[in-house]
């Protein structure tokens, strides 16, 4: 990612001191937020191919994309490092395509903890929608139904707070009965999803029970969605995921999504 590029969504001076600090060290940024010699080389990278295939799906030379990238993003706030997320990657990629003429940027986070970094960026931009799903109550401890933006982005958030072991039934229907109809009333011009698939019933770090076939249909939902708003325009980008069965048998199955030759019906 280009500097023009994050500085989009992150102050300069806190970029300045990733680019300063990290390359060639090793160490914290808070206590959830490891980094290595080459962790800001990786996270700019990471950013930069979200961006990649925000701009490849509006001018339809890829309208789908899987982004396998890491760190993940969604807690990285406009001016400091949280949950392992330095660059946060699905704003970048919000951000290059608003600045690339798209209208309308909606933003679905299905990882088991909620983007706050992604919310507070845009939570008072009217034409970016942030949509999220999460185990409630959990880190990081924000994303309550009360939280819908602020000034001229007021209403422009939803945040669906679930509870612990909640799964496909669940999860289903809250993108079924509430996240597809918003999105269907907000008429994107592209779909982002912060895909963590961390909700996974073997994910080590979540309460949910997730399966991969309920990733299969909420990928479904969403692509379906697309196909009917936004020319098919929808990019998957990775959030969290930490059981290697569980991240591996779901991304799979979003991906046999993304590739079918035909969207399903939202």
Not at 164 to 172: K, M, Q
């Amino acid at each position: 990612a280009t500097d023009e590029e994050t500085t989009r969504v992150h102050s300069a001076a806190y970029l300045g001191e990733l680019a300063r600090d990290l390359p060639g060290r090793r160490g914290y940024l808070d206590a959830d937020t490891l980094f290595s010699p080459e962790s800001f080389d990786a996270a700019r990278k990471a950013a930069g191919a979200a961006a990649e295939a925000a701009l490849q799906a509006l001018s339809g030379q890829s309208p789908r994309s899987l982004v396998l990238v890491r760190p993940p993003g969604h807690h990285a706030e406009a001016g400091y490092a949280m949950g392992f997320c330095l660059i946060n990657n699905v704003a970048v990629a919000a951000a290059a395509a608003r600045a690339a003429g798209a209208a309308r940027v909606a933003i679905v986070d299905w990882d088991v903890h909620h983007g706050n970094g992604t919310q507070h960026i845009f939570e008072t931009d009217p034409d970016v929608l942030y949509v999220s799903t999460h185990q409630w109550p959990f880190y990081p401890g924000t994303g309550a139904a009360h939280e819908i933006g602020r000034g001229a982005g007021r209403g422009a958030a939803l945040n669906l707070p679930l509870p612990a072991r909640s799964g496909d039934l669940e999860y289903v229907a809250a993108f079924t009965q509430v996240v597809v109809p918003a999105l269907r009333a907000f008429k994107p011009d592209l779909i982002l999803i912060s895909a963590g698939y961390d909700a996974h019933g073997q994910d080590p770090l979540g309460g949910m029970r997730v399966t991969t076939e309920g990733y299969r249909k909420l990928t479904a939902a969403l692509r379906g969605l697309a196909a009917e708003v936004c020319g098919d325009r929808v990019v998957l980008v990775l959030e969290g995921g930490y059981d290697l069965h569980g991240l591996s048998s779901s991304v799979l199955a979003s991906a046999e999504v993304l590739l079918a030759a035909e969207a399903p019906r939202a």
